[in-house]
């Protein structure tokens, strides 16, 4: 009986108006910063320090695991709280909990439930977040390589009708023998070329873009 009385003791040193490392007072309201606490709140029942038989379902990255406090080992240490990982199906995590709890009072079965739904709700919604921000990055990507194909095109366009006009005058004899007709020709087959190679980089581009969006 000794622990019981070691529990109550600790209770009526750190609970109340006493204090406590933990402890965070807002208006009229006592929250508890201890992360193994189950509801945030500061109260006998949602202490983990001074309750004997405590459970709370903590989140480490992406796995979720179920803490279980066992007070009968308090000259161990190390041996306090024992871990189980949960599985990552919402389900099964369920389950696991009314395995675990099954002859634990109502409060700890309940709150440790509420808590494990409340942290697949944010990882969810941490992973729809990350999903849409991808989506956006490629299509801000789209965005760009579209606007640079548009002012690619209406260049193309505009040397287009330049040389067009200008091999017109030369048909016409408009320049005379002031220039000849081959090199404009070489001119002509280099621009084609050079313009294919700019297509087939900015396609190699968007290509790598995507691939490393992805990877990320």
């Known amino acids: 009986m000794d622990w019981i009385i070691n529990s109550n003791w600790l209770w009526e040193t750190i609970g109340t108006n006493n204090f406590c490392s933990f402890k965070v ?11 193994f606490n189950l509801t945030g709140f500061c109260s006998k029942q949602s ?17 979720l695991f ?25 389900i099964k995590a369920l ?16 709150k440790s439930k509420q808590k494990l739904t409340r942290f697949y709700q944010i990882i ?19 965005n760009i ?6 002012k690619l095109e209406k260049e193309y366009f505009l040397q287009k009708s330049v040389e067009h006009e ?24 280099m621009l084609q070329q050079n313009i294919c190679n700019y297509k087939n980089s900015v396609e190699i581009e ?7 969006i992805y990877a990320t």
């Open 25 to 35: 007072k807002k208006e009229n309201f006592k929250f508890c910063n201890n992360k």
């Open 47 to 63: 202490c983990p320090l001074s309750n004997d038989f405590y459970s709370t379902v903590i989140r480490r990255k992406d796995r």
């Open 66 to 90: 179920l803490f279980i406090k066992n007070n009968h080992e308090f000259k161990f240490p190390s041996k306090i709280w024992k871990k189980y990982e949960l599985s990552r199906n919402y």
């Open 95 to 110: 389950s696991q909990i009314d395995l675990k709890l099954s002859f634990w009072p109502k409060f700890f079965l309940f």
């Open 124 to 142: 969810m919604k941490e992973k729809i977040t990350k999903i849409v921000k991808i989506e956006k990055q490629i299509k801000n990507n789209n």
């Open 145 to 150: 390589l579209q606007f640079q194909k548009t």
């Open 166 to 189: 200008l091999l017109k005058r030369l048909h016409t004899g408009m320049y005379g023998t002031l220039y000849h007709k081959v090199p404009i020709l070489k001119w002509k087959n």
């Open 206 to 212: 968007k290509s790598v873009l995507n691939e490393k």
